[in-house]
């Protein structure tokens, strides 16, 4: 789960934007002491920032020159002060995007998504630590944890899920998915490959897990 701080001191602004991420599976911490935000963020250890500029006492592009000190943490402003000049001061002083207020919540969501993405895909991709909402794949380890409780994974179990965790989003061919399988395993199969994916799906569905494998009659499979 990615948890997101927000530095936002209207409280109508703040607590709107921590209720659309929270149904979104988001973690949302909203900052309370506005004269120690750097004090809340290692508190609350986030992945992303939302950082308005106009703050009480010191205004955001202090605290981000102060995160920064500390931090590799994407960062993102929202502020009505969307022109130009404070747009180039942000990026700047070390932020990854703007939004400029008011913003559309739908618009806002998919920067915040893309930000982490951006982010933290490669990185896990690099370290075989994949996500997907609260599912966490480490491939290294052969395990796929989902909320509190960890699944440990047999080998061929564990390369399909690589795979289509790899490709999140896209039809992986099931020629793809058994010429994987080959490079470690006996003779693959098409039906072996079904009875392969229908015992990860029991073993995910014994932690919680259902429905995130999709079947594309006659292609493939897939994670959306």
Known sequence: MYTVFIVEDDDTISKAIAD??????????????????????????????????????????????????????????????????????????GADDFVAKPFDKDMLLAKIQALLRRAYDFNNAQSGIFTCGEVILNSSACTVSFRDRTLDLSKNENKILTVLMENRGQVVPRDVLM??????????????????????????AGIGITDMIKTRKGIGYMIE
Do not use: Q
Not at 41 to 65: E, K, Q, R, T
Not at 192 to 203: D, E, H, I, W, Y
């Open 20 to 93: 659309m991420l929270e149904s979104w599976g988001f973690s949302a911490v909203r900052c309370d002491d506005f004269k120690s935000v750097t004090d809340e963020f290692l508190a609350c250890d986030p992945h992303l920032v939302l950082m308005d500029i106009s703050l009480p006492f010191f205004n955001g592009y202090h605290w981000c020159s102060e995160i920064r000190k500390l931090s590799k943490v994407p960062i993102m402003f929202i502020s009505s002060a969307g022109d130009n000049m404070n747009i180039v001061m942000a990026i700047n002083m």
């Open 179 to 204: 010429n994987k399988l080959w490079e470690t395993d006996c003779f693959i199969d098409e039906n072996t490959l079904s009875v392969n994916v229908g015992r990860l799906r029991k073993a995910l």
